[in-house]
């Protein structure tokens, strides 16, 4: 078996429709994990015949606003203390916290055009381009 991230992988809720006993050993695992490592981890794993099989693990990477987050449910479920939570997000992450997001109330009102694996937080503004010979032209002339 070959690991290459060469695929989108299903939703782990999924499992709970296919593989539900796998889905429940995963999330002990993931609750044993957390807890020694006092962080959220990042983990590969593969089922195979019923059986999950953990392939490695590392503390998760996030936003600013996620580590925040993160943060804050931690200390809150007595994870981590205070004066670690606080710890927990770089101070060059901060400024994602105050980074401009799109409206909720436009986001409901949106019509998706399209789908993708979230990349960060944030907003974007500009002209949208679905040529790339169009989008060079564009840039050429700034």
């Known amino acids: 078996m070959w690991l290459a991230g060469v695929r989108t992988p299903e939703p782990v809720a999924d499992l709970k429709k296919h593989l539900p006993k796998a889905l429940v050993e995963l ?32 503390n998760g990477k996030r936003t600013g ?15 981590i203390d205070w004066k670690t939570a606080i710890t927990r ?29 979230p990349a960060g937080p944030g907003a974007a503004t500009g002209k949208i381009y679905f040529n790339a010979d169009r989008a060079a032209a564009a840039a050429h002339k700034g």
């Open 27 to 58: 999330e002990r695992i993931r609750h044993v994990l957390e807890a020694h490592f006092k962080d959220v981890q990042d983990f590969e794993f593969t089922i195979q015949d019923g059986k999950v099989f953990m392939l490695q693990t590392r």
């Open 65 to 79: 606003a996620g580590g925040s987050e993160i943060c804050l449910r931690h200390g809150r479920g007595k994870l």
């Open 89 to 117: 997000v770089p101070a060059d992450q901060l400024d994602q916290v105050l980074a401009p997001v799109f409206d909720r109330a436009a986001l409901k009102s949106a019509k998706a055009i399209a789908s993708g694996l």
